[in-house]
C-alpha cells in the first residue's frame, strides 16, 4: 500500500478514536460537574503506526487485505482509573452501552488473569460505527482500562520491550514481574483507604477552586 492509501485508509480510525475519546472524557466531566466521584480520572487514545501494523499483520498472519477486519486494536483507547474496582465501573459503563453507540465484541480480564509478562488491565474489543463521506463504517477498536498502578507499569514494560526488541534479559523480566506484583499490592493497599482518599481529594478540590476565585 502506499503512504496516500495508508492515510485514507486510517481516517475512519482517527475518527473512532477521537469520538470515543470525547465520549470517555465527558462521562468524566459529568461526574465531576455533579460534585461526584470519577471512576475515569484520564483518557488517552492512539491510532497503531503504520510500521506497527505491519509487524503485527506479520506477527498474526493477517494478509494485508484482512487487516480493517481482523487487527483488533489499530484504533485504541485507554481509560485510566485511581482504583482497581473503578475498573468494572467503567466495564459496567461500557455494557450499558452494547448495542447503542458501540458493539462489544469481546473482553478480556487481564486484572484477575495477569499475563505471564506480568502485565493486567481490562481490555474490551468493540465494534464502533464512524460516519464517513461514503457512508457507515464500522471500526474495531481496543478499549483498554487499567489502574494508574498498571499503566506506569505497562508503560515502561513496554519501553523496555523496545529496547530489548521483544526480548528483555531473564533477570530484568524477574524484576519486572516483581514490580509489577508490587504495583498490584500499591493499588489494593490504596483501595482500603479509598474513602479516605476520596474526601481527601474533595476537599483539597474545594480549597484549590476557592483560592483560584481570590
Ligand atoms: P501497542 O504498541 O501498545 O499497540 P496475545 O497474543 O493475546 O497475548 P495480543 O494479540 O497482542 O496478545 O492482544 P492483547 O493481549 O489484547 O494485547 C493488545 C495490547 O495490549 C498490546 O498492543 C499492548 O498495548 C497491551 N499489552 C498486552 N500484553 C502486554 C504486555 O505484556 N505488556 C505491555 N506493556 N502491554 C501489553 P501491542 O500491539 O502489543 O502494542
Known sequence: MLIKDWKEFLIPYEQAVEELKVKFKSIRKQFRSKNEYSPIEFVTGRVKEVSS????????????????????DIAGIRIMCQFVEDIYKVVQ??????????????????????KESGY???HIIIKYPVQTAEGEKEILAEIQIRTLGMNFW?????????????????????RLKK?????????????????EIVEAQTLFEIKSNIISDI
Not at 494485508?64 to 483488533?72: C, G, K, S, T, V
Not at 500499591?186 to 483507604?193: F, K, V
Request: net charge negative.
Open 120 to 122: 493486567r488491565s481490562y
Open 53 to 72: 501494523i505491519l509487524e503485527k499483520s506479520k506477527k498474526l498472519d493477517i494478509p494485508l487485505n484482512r487487516i480493517y477486519d481482523e487487527m483488533e
Open 93 to 114: 459503563i461500557i455494557h450499558q452501552r452494547n448495542g447503542k453507540d458501540l458493539n462489544i465484541i469481546y473482553e478480556k480480564d487481564y486484572v484477575k488473569n495477569k
Open 154 to 174: 505497562a508503560t515502561i514494560e513496554h519501553s523496555l520491550n523496545y529496547k530489548y526488541k521483544q526480548s528483555i534479559p531473564e533477570n530484568i523480566k524477574e
Open 179 to 195: 514490580a509489577g506484583e508490587l504495583a498490584f499490592l500499591l493499588d489494593q493497599e490504596m483501595s482500603q483507604i479509598k474513602e
